[in-house]
Nanobody, 118 residues
Framework: QVQLVESGGGLVQAGGSLRLSCVVS????????MGWYRQAPGKQRELVAD???????NYADSVKGRFTISRDNAKNMMSLQMNSLKPEDTADYYC????????????WGQGTQVTVSS
């Protein structure tokens, strides 16, 4: 069984930065793609960025050039560096991990709140 725990959310002014972290407990090798999703009030959850085991990344257009996703498989961690934050980045951010052998089997963290004030 895999568990995901996020940290690093908070309140920041527009233009500021935050770094989110996701710690994985359990068998990290059983996971391939990991990602960050976000959900703003009244909106659907959306993919922010994801990263494969070997480091290939994918970003939503809205965060390209501002956010950087990374992972350290040896330390069972994934991070999201968020720079030049905008009020529209305000949301609950969730860590996600998909099983290597069955990507439809996925795990979610409990979420961490990010609020960007204008």
């Amino acid at each position: 069984q895999v568990q995901l725990v996020e940290s690093g959310g908070g309140l920041v002014q527009a233009g500021g930065s935050l770094r989110l972290s996701c710690v994985v407990s359990g068998n990290m090798f059983s996971i391939n793609v990991m990602g960050w999703y976000r959900q703003a009030p009244g909106k659907q959850r959306e993919l922010v960025a994801d990263i494969t085991w070997d480091g290939s990344t994918n970003y939503a257009d809205s965060v390209k050039g501002r956010f950087t996703i990374s992972r350290d498989n040896a330390k069972n961690m994934m991070s999201l560096q968020m720079n030049s934050l905008k009020p529209e980045d305000t949301a609950d951010y969730y860590c996600n991990a998909k099983k290597r052998l069955n990507p439809r089997h996925e795990y979610w963290g409990q979420g961490t709140q990010v609020t960007v004030s204008s």
